[in-house]
């Protein structure tokens, strides 16, 4: 698993210290609805959720990374890279960043480091990224470093 510097983040791999962002997030509106982590947020569930991203790699499903403050390492957020598909050339992204870190840049900068090291992966030709149409900040992110609107995946 790589260790990834850039801007005002570190992505590096999910550690039993980030369990308290994943308690967190666990609480947010959004998070549990649009990812992984589990609404609740037990420490059973937050164990899982930590051993759930440690396995993506080994599994074939691709990268989960943490994004971690530059100065701290703390924990902010995750940022993913999704290799199921990357025989076809393709590869996919997702994000999210806890409520508390929002507005910090940590977004636009983790989507970058991820953007240039993805990009340079040999048998990749196009990174995809799934936003939730009424997901104005992930929008404003994504355009940022360089990610257009195509289409809308109806009913999906």
């Not at 990812?35 to 599994?59: F, K, N, S």
């Not at 990268?63 to 390492?73: E, G, H, K, P, V």
Request: hydrophobic share 40%; proline share 6%; glycine share 10%.
């Amino acid at each position: 698993m790589p260790r990834l510097v850039g801007g005002s983040v570190i992505l590096r791999p999910f550690e039993p210290r980030d369990a308290p962002l994943i308690a967190r997030a666990a609480t947010d509106p959004l998070i549990p609805l649009i990812t992984t982590v589990p609404a609740g947020g037990t420490e059973a569930d937050v164990r899982a959720y930590i051993g759930r991203q440690q396995e993506r790699l080994p599994t074939g499903m691709g990268y989960s990374f943490a994004i971690a403050d530059a100065d701290t390492d703390e924990a902010v957020g995750r940022i993913g890279l999704w290799t199921r598909d990357i025989e076809t050339g393709r590869a996919t992204t997702g994000y999210w960043v806890g409520q508390d870190f929002r507005r910090r840049g940590h977004l636009k900068a983790a989507l970058r480091v991820l953007t240039d090291w993805a990009i340079t992966l040999p048998e990749l030709q196009r990174l995809q990224l799934f936003v939730e149409p009424w997901n104005e900040g992930s929008w404003r992110g994504a355009e940022a470093c360089g990610y257009h609107r195509e289409g809308l995946l109806r009913r999906w």
